[in-house]
């Protein structure tokens, strides 16, 4: 999934000015709160770039950092994108539980907005552990809070998540309704990788339904579009279909 613009989950769409910002500004003496930050911005650009073992090295430091400085609500955060890897890398079982927990700490902080972000993680692990009833117990738990974020990226992030849950159900016509309207308000907002990452949901749900030529050629232009800007996890997924 693409964790975008969330306080706990900021991932630019450029790779290499932050990553020029960010690592010396990791390493910096003295100032473990901020390097646990720019440790955790890297992580989520090494994610997003299908940089995998350097997003759990990056990661794993700062939450062990932010542990040691006793930051509960950015551990909690750190601990969502480390569920988020753990579903990249195709461990969905090991996303699981800790992406429920986030959720729970969250919803007991009224932290409403890291709450969904949270639910969406969680939604994501049960679909790819085909756990499909259970995902869609969650989406229905959440829907009610992310309709009451002010936050755009919160929306898109959760949307996308429940497309998914959707469609690995078969209800094809609410997913591809709900991804119309994420990828007409990350188009908007120029928000690339939920842009990127709803054509890729879309075309899922094409191939599905039997190879075209025109899915295929769409397919083509995503894997081209998202290597391009960086999104490799979009692009390797886009090869994959």
Same mark, same amino acid.
């Given at each position: 999934m693409h964790l975008r613009d969330h306080r706990l989950c900021e991932i630019p769409d450029s790779k290499t000015p932050f990553d020029d910002m960010a690592r010396p500004l990791a390493r910096t003496a003295g100032d473990k709160s901020m390097s646990a930050y720019a440790l955790a911005g890297l992580g989520s650009v090494e994610l997003k770039s299908a940089d995998f073992t350097a997003a759990r090295n990056? $990661?794993?430091? &700062? @939450?062990?950092?932010?542990?040691?400085?006793?930051?509960?609500?950015?551990?909690t955060g750190t601990s969502v994108l480390i569920a988020a890897l753990d579903i990249e890398e195709g461990h969905p079982a090991a996303a699981e539980k800790p992406a429920r927990e986030a959720r729970d700490d969250f919803e007991k902080a009224h932290k409403r907005d890291d709450?969904?972000?949270?639910?969406?993680? $969680?939604?994501? &692990? @049960?679909?790819t552990e085909g756990k499909n009833d259970d995902a869609l117990k969650e989406v229905s738990?959440?829907?009610?809070?992310?309709?009451?974020?002010?936050?755009?990226?919160?929306?898109l992030i959760f949307a996308l998540a429940s497309a998914r849950a959707d469609a690995a159900s078969q209800k094809i016509v609410a997913a591809k309704t709900i991804l119309k309207e994420a990828l007409a308000k990350a188009t908007r907002s120029s928000y690339l990788g939920d842009q990127l990452e709803a054509r890729l949901v879309l075309e899922e749900i094409e191939m599905k339904s039997g190879k075209s030529a025109a899915s295929r050629a769409r397919l083509e232009q995503l894997q081209k579009d998202a290597k391009e800007k960086g999104f490799n996890v979009i692009a390797n997924k886009a090869a994959a279909l």
């Open positions: 990056d $990661l794993e430091e &700062a @939450l062990s950092l932010r542990k040691e400085l006793g930051e509960k609500d950015t551990i709450q969904v972000t949270a639910a969406a993680v $969680l939604v994501d &692990a @049960l679909v738990k959440a829907t009610p809070i992310a309709a009451k974020s002010q936050n755009l990226s919160v929306h």
